[in-house]
């Protein structure tokens, strides 16, 4: 049976095991999904909702048995009713993006985005950074006026067509050759945002030799990436390149060494967050409905993870 597994850029780990042939080593039968060719379904409004299409294409014939995102995904697909299972997640990810406005915007707190335009790659990570930073300061969704601004984010930051940014890098890096820029909001202490890997249950529990292989494949994977970041970068220059979009080797290879690489079993510091992103998400309108994040936890999955974490530890 085939295991079709789904990546793109965002999810550097799965971008960089699709290149390096580890998982072909170990199955017989893998299909790689660019989530990037799927069909993404009507554009959902920033007031309307999140975007479903990362969990939705784990239960369509052309999609795929496991994917990796950002700290959002899961949790929409929860609240859509589908049954979702964490095979893991990774380190913090802090160093990776903030949120921030340019220094000449006279913005220089959260509070003083109220009914500013803030860009963020909407039902992403960036979604739920927002939805906290504007929490912690006592704003809601209503305040702000979020603007899904995909792979214009940089230019609309520097042209001021929104007024603040939750920037990632290695974007993030090119506009601060271009302008100064002032942070708002830090992600380290603000939360985790790690990435995380999630399944269907059916495939968590009939196929677990595959999920296994998966799991093991991808702690090799980014044992090198950890060990030749550069290596990995590469992949990523050159995939950006046959999209018609510039990239730099230097900035990819430095945003690379800068994050955490490895999956770990999920905990109850990590559930607890996702529990609190899930209920703010719903209390300001953007889920159609509450969802318990620890439904989607399996005992042996976690296992499975901690013990492939252990063998690679031995390697």
Wanted: hydrophobic content about 40%; cysteine-free; glycine content about 10%.
């Amino acid at each position: 049976m085939t295991t079709r597994v789904g990546f793109f850029p965002h999810n550097n780990s799965l971008f960089v095991l699709r290149h390096r042939g580890l998982l072909e080593q170990k199955l017989d039968d893998v299909a790689w999904v660019d989530l990037r060719e799927l069909p993404t379904g009507p554009k959902v409004g920033v007031r309307d909702g999140l975007p479903t299409q990362h969990a939705d294409h784990l239960f369509t014939e052309e999609g795929y048995d496991v994917i990796g995102t950002g700290f959002t995904p899961p949790i929409t697909g929860l609240g859509q009713g589908h049954d979702l299972v964490y095979i893991g997640v990774s380190e913090p990810r802090v160093e990776n993006g903030r949120l921030v406005t340019r220094a000449d915007s006279g913005i220089t707190s959260v509070e003083g985005l109220r009914g500013k335009r803030v860009g963020i790659g909407h039902g992403s990570w960036q979604t739920t950074l927002l939805l906290f930073a504007l929490d912690q300061v006592g704003l809601g969704w209503d305040d702000v006026e979020p603007v899904d601004v995909g792979g214009d984010a940089a230019d609309l930051f520097l042209s001021g067509e929104i007024d603040a940014w939750t920037g990632s890098y290695p974007e993030l890096a090119a506009v601060e050759q271009e302008t100064d820029v002032v942070t708002l909001v830090e992600t380290a202490g603000l939360f985790s945002h790690p990435s995380l890997w999630f399944t269907r249950r059916d495939f968590a529990v009939e196929r677990t030799a595959e999920l296994a292989a998966v799991v093991e494949a991808l702690q090799e994977s980014d044992a090198r990436i950890v060990a030749d970041p550069r290596e990995a970068a590469a992949y990523f220059v050159a995939d950006a390149q046959a999209h018609g979009r510039p990239a730099s080797l230097e900035a990819w290879e430095h945003a690379l060494a800068t994050r955490p690489f490895g999956i770990t079993a999920v905990d109850e510091t990590f559930l607890d967050e996702q529990q609190r992103a899930a209920d703010l998400l719903f209390a300001n309108g953007l889920l159609p409905r509450q969802v318990d994040v620890r439904s989607a936890v399996l005992p042996e999955v976690n296992a499975l993870v901690e013990a492939s974490r252990t063998a690679a530890t031995r390697a």
